[in-house]
């Protein structure tokens, strides 16, 4: 009868190395799934930052061709207008510039959009009306 000495299973270092192997695999997926998280975060900011300016554009668009009737702004030249709107649960402080455009009624508008409590500016659309 033969006796084998031979035993079966892993050593320690292999045991070791496979770990090490799983863990930059499996922090790698985790980093990968964290910068997902953030961009989401940020692309849905800068998508609702842009919805608000286009609010305040439209309704700019709205008082220049009569369609509403709201007193105060005029919306001329060095003019600024600024307001607050709630969208997706936050505030949004919006900011709406104009300045003469090329042509005699034609004026460029400018909306700026940032977090409330935050310097940093979120969006900024322009449109160019006309005016009477």
């Known amino acids: 009868m033969k006796c084998s000495n031979k035993k079966s299973g892993f ?12 863990g930059l695999v499996l922090g790698g997926a985790i980093s ?3 910068q997902y998280a953030d961009q989401r975060g940020f692309m849905n900011t800068k ?18 061709e009569n369609w509403v009737v709201k007193s105060g ?5 060095g003019d600024v207008k600024k307001g607050v709107e709630k969208q997706n649960g936050q505030d949004w ?5 104009s300045e003469p455009a090329v042509g005699k009624d034609m004026f460029r508008y400018e909306a700026s959009v940032s977090l409330s409590g935050s310097n940093r500016r979120v969006s900024s659309l322009s449109l160019y009306i006309i005016q009477d």
């Open 47 to 64: 998508m609702i930052g842009s919805q608000v300016a286009w609010n305040v554009l439209v309704d700019q668009y709205r008082r220049s």
């Open 11 to 22: 050593t320690l270092i292999e045991v070791v190395v496979a770990l090490a192997i799983l």
């Open 73 to 77: 702004y005029k919306g001329r030249s």
């Open 32 to 34: 990968t799934v964290n």
């Open 93 to 97: 402080v919006w900011e709406l510039d």
